[in-house]
């Protein structure tokens, strides 16, 4: 299995779609922060709105660690597309050139051989996620400095001190690699269903459109579906950064407001990969391989 593992990884990299991904990630990155070293100023009044004129904010906050958020929340919207590229085409790329069926007939049970082309998929993912770690944060942080962060939330805003914001990217971007893990095994387990990969990337992407305009309306009948999707439970990472506070209304160093939300959406994203996985596996194994 392990060597099928290389061997997949081998095949995903030397893929140009691969680094298509990898390039446009960059660009939008780069795009953004050279419009916030420009732009910054008018953008942090923008998001302040009307606190701009009521609050007296010390330091600079258009920082490294602001131009991260701002990153994320732009960005993880739409890299779920640039992995369906990938994960769509694991198993359909194989069916479209013909190969399936030989690499069926290899002494290797079907279980893994779709726990290694998943696992190869899932690599793909986080190295997708490190570069963006990578330019989001450490380059921003250069380019922009260190500083407090503010935030406005919906009808409050939050201010965390400098010294206590990485541990909170690091929960952030694992967080995040698991909701791009889960988006990776939607259109996984999609790949095996079709002779060409274009229909799997369209499904997932239809699929995950679908489910946040579900998740995002208040309406009685999406409510009740809601919790089970697994769109939302995507965006929990900003929990991360929503603190407790003290009797003086200041935060609470290394707190976090709901713990619990974070802990029950990764359960349920883990859940939402299990079970997919798992539905590759046995539809693999009922499957007549004809390709």
Known sequence: MYTLFKVELYKIFKRPRTYISFAAITALIVIIQIGLKVDGKEYIDFVLGDLS???????????????????LQLLLVHVPM??????????????????????MSKPISRSQFVLAKFLAATVYTLMLLVWIAFLALFVSMMIFGTDDIFLVKNNYAVQISANDIMWRYVGAFFFAA?????????????????????????A?????????????????????????????????????????????????????QY?????????????????????????????????
């Open 53 to 71: 004129s009521t609050l007296q904010i010390d330091g600079k906050l258009c920082n490294g660690y602001f131009v991260c958020y701002c990153v």
């Open 82 to 103: 640039l992995i369906a590229l990938i994960a769509a085409d694991m198993i359909s790329g194989e069916a479209n050139m013909g190969t399936l069926r030989l690499l």
């Open 178 to 202: 698991l909701a791009m893990v889960t988006v990776a095994a939607v259109a996984f387990y999609l790949s095996q269903f079709a002779e060409n990969s274009i229909g799997p990337i369209v």
């Open 204 to 256: 997932t992407i239809s699929i995950i459109i679908v489910f946040t305009i579900f998740s995002t309306m208040s309406i009685p009948l999406f409510n009740k579906i809601k919790p089970f999707m697994f769109t939302t439970h995507m965006v929990a990472w900003k929990e991360f950064f929503d603190v407790k506070v003290n009797a003086d209304n200041e935060s609470i160093r290394g707190s976090i």
């Open 259 to 291: 713990p619990h939300k974070i802990i029950n959406s990764a359960l349920i994203l883990i859940a939402h990969i299990v079970g997919l996985v798992s539905l590759s596996i046995y539809s693999l194994k009922k499957k007549d391989i004809l390709s």
